[in-house]
Nanobody
Framework: QVQLVESGGGLVQAGGSLRLSCAASGLTFSNYLIGWFRQAPGKEREFVSAITSYGNTPSYADSVKGRFTISRDNAKNTVYLQMNSLKPDDTAVYYC????????????WGQGTQVTVSS
């Protein structure tokens, strides 16, 4: 059974930084693309970033490009999201999700971690 656990959220002032972690278990980690999504109050869940099995092809939403960096450590079954220059609009619950090759459908999700950016 695939389990994803996010951590690292919190309250930070605008311009600050946070690093989120997504620890995975119950899967062959290197077979999975891992994505980060977020959902703000009253809004739909949106894509933030994703990283392929060996980390050579990261992708980002335009809203976070240049500020967020995704990385993974396959030895630790963990994906990280380094978030710099945070803005109040980044306030949301952040979720990680796993998508197994070859179909790459996100069918395993974590419980989420709250990120709050104060102005």
């Amino acid at each position: 059974q695939v389990q994803l656990v996010e951590s690292g959220g919190g309250l930070v002032q605008a311009g600050g930084s946070l690093r989120l972690s997504c620890a995975a278990s119950g899967l062959t980690f290197s077979n999975y693309l891992i994505g980060w999504f977020r959902q703000a109050p009253g809004k739909e869940r949106e894509f933030v970033s994703a990283i392929t099995s060996y980390g050579n092809t990261p992708s980002y939403a335009d809203s976070v490009k240049g500020r967020f960096t995704i990385s993974r450590d396959n030895a630790k079954n963990t994906v990280y999201l380094q978030m710099n220059s945070l803005k109040p609009d980044d306030t949301a619950v952040y979720y990680c999700a796993a998508a197994e090759r070859p179909l790459y459908i996100y069918n395993s999700w974590g419980q989420g971690t709250q990120v709050t950016v104060s102005s």
